[in-house]
T-cell receptor, first 116, second 116 residues
């Protein structure tokens, strides 16, 4: 059974601060996705990382996939109140030949609150 | 591309009743997934289809749950004899099976089920 441990579970910060969210596992994933979810809505995709060591930037958000493809981090620079929400990491398992396989395993989520 | 749609968005039912939810995936996607999410948790995998074939079912999917995707397009999830513990957000996602990057899952808005 693949598990993803996400931390911290809660983050409450002031506007302009930086923050990092971590996802760790003992399993190797073929890819890892980060989603953001608003109350009462489905998760919205932020990024997919596939290659070990991959770094992707999306404006003030920087995503990194660990070299061994077992962990990932999300760093937000100069957080804004509009960044408030639930952030989820999710790993896709590996099928034959290293291809992606079916279900996503989600972390528990990080509830981020950015105060003006 | 209109995204993944789910109907209804909200369902309130009495314990013991049957309910059915529908998911329409992104049109060119051949994979379709169902997840369940309870408050404060990340989504948990229930089942997934590649075209018409149901390829995996979670142990969470008891005998009261059944999912179909008869023509490889839309899917339905039925819960028979609902219990209060079934109250949750039911999420549908779709993806293409081309590889780790194209297998990124896109989620619908979810169906919130409340069992009284």
């Amino acid at each position: 059974t693949q598990l993803l441990e996400q931390s911290p579970q809660f983050l409450s910060i002031q506007e302009g601060e930086n923050l990092t969210v971590y996802c760790n596992s003992s399993s190797v994933f073929s890819s890892l996705q980060w989603y953001r979810q608003e109350p009462g809505e489905g998760p919205v995709l932020l990024v997919t990382v596939v290659t070990g060591g991959e770094v992707k930037k999306l404006k003030r958000l920087t995503f990194q996939f660990g070299d061994a493809r077992k962990d990932s981090s999300l760093h937000i620079t100069a957080a804004q109140p509009g960044d408030t929400g639930l952030y989820l990491c999710a790993g896709a398992g590996r099928g034959a030949g290293g291809t992606s396989y079916g279900k996503l395993t989600f972390g528990q989520g990080t509830i981020l609150t950015v105060h003006p | 591309d209109t995204g993944v749609s789910q109907n209804p968005r909200h369902k309130i039912t009495k314990r013991g009743q049957n309910v059915t939810f529908r998911c329409d995936p992104i049109s060119e996607h051949n994979r379709l997934y169902w997840y369940r999410q309870t408050l404060g948790q990340g989504p948990e995998f229930l089942t997934y289809f590649q075209n018409e074939a149901q390829l995996e079912k979670s142990r969470l999917l008891s005998d009261r749950f059944s999912a179909e995707r008869p023509k490889g397009s839309f899917s339905t999830l039925e819960i028979q004899r609902t219990e209060q513990g079934d109250s949750a957000m039911y999420l549908c996602a779709s993806s293409s099976s081309g590889g780790p990057r194209t297998d990124t899952q896109y989620f619908g808005p979810g169906t919130r089920l409340t069992v009284l």
